[in-house]
């Protein structure tokens, strides 16, 4: 009786388990099948949990756009986007934000409006969209001044999405402050600073959604190459582990192990079983093929340290892809308060050398652009961290974040936030709490901070295209090893030797050209190397 071919899956997220049940159910058993993953429970980069009684997201949050998703196809197939319990972002409560700039005042609609149509309007022409001119006035005008701004830049190749989106902020200024609109001043601040504030905050947000530090290390041309489904976005009413879970459910015990991580992956061998992995707790394990399907982080960890965790290494146009991409932290602040119906929150900051900004405020919170509850009944509130601040909230204690916080929102709202010490504030008939000074009161009673970033099994959040990298290298990123020349059919850099294919294959979000930093791009690729081996043995799938 034949050997089955033995392959091992590395990593139980949201690439390793569509491979292993595409693997399994579509081969007829043909596999020696095992996913091993380093971590005590499966799901990688996907993790609900719960905080305050509420079912929370601790990593992967949103269906990016309904139509056509894969994970939303399952989500709904399986019944997991209905619960009688509330969820994380089940309405959208960002809409009806409040907007307070430092120095405790309220900016009007009015005045953020116009700068949010315009930065959407410049992330849509970058991202290759064509924005609708069918609004009429102030927004018409803002989408007029992009499009023109737009039409005018020649050829931006080399260039990135911080300088894009900088440069048409000052053609929009050098447009509007014709009128004058320059001029008046809003208590410390002017015109033009208060929407350039405002402007910034808004690219405060798109950095959580890219994962990069900085908007200036995101690469331009890429930009247009990322692909969006159509449709809303949401998210998933009983936790986006309800889909990992269903993925897994079909593969048989044992077939899935925990706890164990890989710490070299030989290959290149010509031997029958040609990759050997090496476990933390010094097991060995052979293989005729390997899906690696842990993070960009990871591997960029594992070409940088001593010894490697490939043998031989990578060649040089994997590794080389795998320095060029982007690969940023981002994380989730939760905060309980002590009532419901607190305000959605965005938040605008002064320059960090302005002589008017409030010391006080940590520097790590002047980059977070909103604060809003998880849905609009909630005690929780939510902010998103990314780059250096992201990294600098997973070491502080509770203690300091809660402080961190009250300073903030107190100095931007100038509402009444205290941390609760235990003592009992004085309630009136109408059930509210007040302070004996008559001001009502609102306490932080805990927080929680996801941190993605310290993890040695992820190390961030998700990729990106940076500048100096393209999509070729998220290509190069898919490719197996070892590499097959296209013209003559053999494995490079061994003439007539034979020597085993597919070896060690890639799967993950930094794999996909289009849908890289998503779920669903983790999706796609772990079923595009499954189907790699289901057709290299003949398999019908």
């Known amino acids: 009786m034949a050997k089955k071919p033995r392959i091992v899956i590395i990593g139980a997220g949201m690439a390793g388990l569509p491979a292993a049940n595409k693997l399994y159910t579509a081969s007829n058993n043909s596999f020696d099948l095992s996913v091993v993953e380093g971590g005590s429970r499966i799901g990688g980069r ?8 509420e079912k929370i997201e601790m990593g992967a949050t949103w269906i990016h756009g309904i139509g056509g998703s894969p994970i939303y196809k399952i989500a709904e197939e399986t019944g997991s986007l209905v619960s009688e319990e509330p969820w994380e972002c089940m309405d959208s409560t960002v809409d009806k934000a409040r907007t307070f700039a430092e120095g405790g005042f309220e900016i009007e609609p009015p005045i953020v409006e116009p700068v949010s149509g315009l930065f959407n309007a410049l992330m849509e022409l970058a991202q290759g969209k064509d924005i609708e001119n069918d609004d009429g006035g102030d927004l018409g005008e803002i989408y007029e001044i992009a499009t023109r701004f737009y039409s005018s830049v020649n050829g931006l190749n080399g260039s990135s999405v911080g300088s894009f989106l900088r440069s048409g902020f000052e053609a929009y200024w050098a447009s509007v402050s014709k009128g004058g609109n320059g001029v008046k001043e809003y208590g410390t601040w002017s015109r033009r600073s208060l929407e350039e504030a405002i402007f910034t905050m808004f690219s405060n947000t798109q950095r959580t959604y890219t994962s990069a530090d900085d908007l200036y290390t995101l690469d331009y041309a890429a930009e247009s190459e990322y692909q969006m489904f159509p449709g809303e ?32 992956i030989e290959w290149e061998s010509n031997e029958e079983d ?18 690696v399907t842990v993070s960009l982080g990871v591997l960029k960890a594992g070409i940088e340290s001593d010894g490697g965790l490939f043998s031989p290494p990578l060649p040089e146009f994997k590794s080389d892809a795998i320095k060029r991409l982007g690969y940023g932290v981002v994380n989730k602040l939760f905060v309980e308060v002590s009532q419901r119906r607190f ?22 919170m002047r980059r977070t652009a909103t604060m809003a509850p998880i849905h609009s009944n909630s005690k ?10 992201a990294l600098e909230l997973e070491k502080l204690p509770d203690e300091e974040i809660i402080d961190g916080v009250l300073t903030t929102v107190s100095c931007l ?12 504030p004085k309630t009136l008939a109408n059930g509210s709490l007040r302070e004996d000074d008559g001001e009502e009161l609102v306490k932080i009673t805990k927080v929680l901070t996801s941190k993605w970033g310290g993890d040695p099994l992820f190390r961030g959040s998700y990729s990106y295209v940076a500048v100096g990298s393209s999509g070729d290298d998220l290509d190069a990123m898919a490719e197996p090893l070892p590499q097959i020349n296209k013209k003559s059919g053999q494995v490079n850099g061994h003439g007539q030797a034979k020597v085993r294919e597919l070896q ?13 930093s998503t779920t669903h791009g983790a999706y796609y690729s772990g079923l595009r190397e499954a189907n790699r081996l289901l ?4 398999c019908d799938f």
């Open 46 to 53: 996907i993790n609900t949990s719960e905080f305050s009684s």
């Open 233 to 264: 976005e949401i998210t998933i009413a009983k936790g986006y582990l309800s889909v990992i879970h269903h993925l897994a459910s079909v593969l048989p015990q044992g077939v899935v192990e925990l706890n164990r991580r890989v710490t070299k």
């Open 274 to 291: 040609p990759v050997k992995l090496h476990f933390s707790d010094g097991s060995v394990v052979f293989a005729d093929h390997v899906i």
């Open 343 to 364: 305000p959605s929150l965005q938040l605008v900051f002064e320059k960090e050398d302005s002589e008017y900004r409030f010391v006080k405020i940590p520097w790590w």
């Open 380 to 389: 929780v509130l939510l902010s998103w961290f990314a780059g250096k601040e």
């Open 413 to 424: 709202t100038g509402k009444k936030v205290k941390k609760d010490n235990g003592k009992a």
């Open 504 to 516: 060690v294959m890639f799967a993950g979000e930094a794999t996909h050209r289009t849908h890289y």
């Open 535 to 538: 057709k290299h043995y003949k």
